[in-house]
């Protein structure tokens, strides 16, 4: 029950014990893990379907970009919206079921146009899963243990997007099965997915909104000017009631309008975004290419970069984050944008390596450092907000972070993919992700720009 819908004397609910934490954890994981496989699984299968239907790299990065993102990130505002006023477990179990079954239909596609409106769809499903789950984690988790949990969850975006690669090309290849082929990964994902939604639905609580937060003096003032208390009232209890009001869209821009910190960061990851994204999309078609690999082999090689890359640089940011943003909150800026710089000339060396052993090897480290920020970035941003506004302020950064980094990063990559063509024949995608590699360098000083205000902007 939310505070939110709690009478006045009503009695406090019993708080969640550290098992039932670790459950809620697991479960967010796991349909975070489904929204990158159904998401990143077209990356793989990019190569099956180019031959199958004919198409080029501006047609498959208008299928992994635009068709995906344009609903994905506007819906997430409303949606948003909706979730800090209502059941949030809700929202994600009829999320869960809308992407999945629509990443299944994706496999009944005859042309690129088919294709592309299921795409919508898997991202119309998908623009309710990311601000509820945000906020949950937040309502579960204390605030000096938050970067540590939103880290483990943002492991679904490596283990996820690993196990859709690796998975789609066993069935796609015939691994599994002779007589199946890239429609057929699609369905056998989505169906999945669907199956996973009643599961998730009956095992979680909506826990008490704010409940884990020290109450701020501003929300106290705020309460005690709009309902003095009466006498025996405690001001804390009233200023928690206070802050379970419902705000709207422009109560929550009126308040990230004082935090500069909020939109560097949120420049800052969408600059991250769109060469992270595009290089999730264009990876597989690029080693294939480059490396004369087959589909098999070539989810396993990238398949092998997303999860150990991309699994350490998440653990490792969120650590970081938690154990030096408890002496400076500078740290859950400066920390990832050292790396974002590290990463830079670490991606352009990767892109020309010789063979595919070394390519693997230097792309582990710039995919560890480029996914490092999730953790302590997405902890900030519960931070500069109050708790009754943290879902519709996530949703107002990923509605900018993934325009930019799946809409336009993907399309973009693609595009220049595509114009270096005549000159670079099938090696033009090496030169577009070298050359989308300095997103990264742009991304670092954006968030040390955002270092220089996060600790005035920060909610106490």
Same mark, same amino acid.
């Given at each position: 029950m939310s505070a939110a819908s709690?009478? &006045? #004397?009503?009695? =406090? %609910?019993? %708080? %969640?014990?550290?098992?039932y934490r670790a459950w809620v954890l697991f479960m967010l994981f796991i349909v975070y893990a489904f929204n990158f496989l159904d998401?990143? +699984?077209?990356? +793989?299968?990019?190569? %099956?379907?180019? =031959?199958d239907l004919g198409l080029d790299d501006r047609q498959l990065g208008l299928l992994g970009g635009i @068709?995906? /993102? /344009?609903?994905?990130?506007t819906?997430? *505002? &409303?949606? /948003?919206?909706? @979730?800090?006023?209502?059941?949030?477990t809700w929202i994600i179990t009829a999320s869960l079921t809308v992407w999945s079954g629509f990443t299944a239909v994706c496999g009944l596609a005859q042309n690129f146009w088919q294709l592309f409106a299921a795409r919508v769809g898997v991202g119309v499903g998908e623009a309710g899963g990311v601000a509820p789950s945000y906020s949950l984690i937040a309502d579960y988790f204390p605030p000096d243990a938050r970067a540590r949990a939103l880290a483990i969850y943002s492991l679904g975006i490596p283990i996820g997007s690993a196990f859709g690669v690796v998975a789609g090309a066993q069935i796609a290849g015939g691994a599994i099965g002779e007589d199946l082929d890239w429609r057929a990964a699609f369905i056998i994902v989505g169906l999945a997915g669907v199956l996973i939604a009643p599961i998730f639905k009956l095992t979680m609580r909506e826990p008490k909104r704010g409940g884990l937060d020290p109450v701020s003096e501003r929300e106290k003032a705020a309460a005690i000017a709009k309902h003095p208390p009466q006498q025996g009232e405690g001001l804390a209890g009233k200023a928690i009631e206070e802050a379970a009001t419902k705000p709207g869209v422009l109560d929550v821009l009126r308040i990230l309008a004082t935090k500069p910190s909020f939109w560097f960061l949120t420049l800052g990851a969408s600059c991250s975004s769109m060469m992270g994204y595009g290089v999730f999309f264009w990876m597989p078609?690029?080693?294939?290419?480059?490396? =004369?690999?087959?589909?098999?082999d070539t989810g396993w090689v990238f398949g092998t970069v997303l999860f150990f890359g991309g699994s350490l640089g998440i653990l490792l940011g969120g650590l970081l984050g938690d154990k030096l943003g408890k002496a400076k909150k500078t740290a859950y800026a400066i920390v990832p944008a050292l790396a974002f710089i590290a990463a830079f000339p670490l991606y352009v060396l990767g892109t020309f390596a010789p063979t595919p052993l070394i390519a693997v090897l230097l792309f582990l480290i710039p995919?560890?450092? #480029?996914?490092?920020?999730? #953790?302590? *970035? !997405?902890? /900030?941003?519960?931070? !500069?907000? &109050?708790? $009754?506004?943290?879902?519709m302020a996530s949703a107002i950064f990923l509605l900018i $972070? $993934?325009?930019?980094g799946i809409g336009v990063g993907v399309y973009v990559l693609g595009e220049l993919s595509t114009l270096l063509t005549p000159a670079f024949g099938e090696q033009s995608l090496r030169y577009s992700i070298a050359i989308g590699a300095s997103l990264y360098f742009v991304a670092g000083i954006l968030f040390l720009l955002a270092s220089r205000t996060i600790e005035r902007d920060w909610e106490r």
């Open positions: 709690q009478s &006045p #004397g009503a009695a =406090e %609910p019993a %708080p %969640p014990t550290a098992r998401r990143q +699984i077209i990356s +793989i299968l990019a190569i %099956p379907i180019r =031959e @068709a995906f /993102a /344009a609903l994905y990130s819906l997430g *505002v &409303p949606i /948003a919206w909706l @979730a800090d006023r209502s059941n949030r078609s690029f080693i294939s290419r480059t490396y =004369e690999l087959g589909i098999i995919t560890a450092l #480029g996914l490092s920020w999730l #953790g302590p *970035v !997405l902890s /900030a941003f519960q931070h !500069l907000a &109050p708790a $009754n506004m943290r879902s $972070n $993934n325009l930019l």
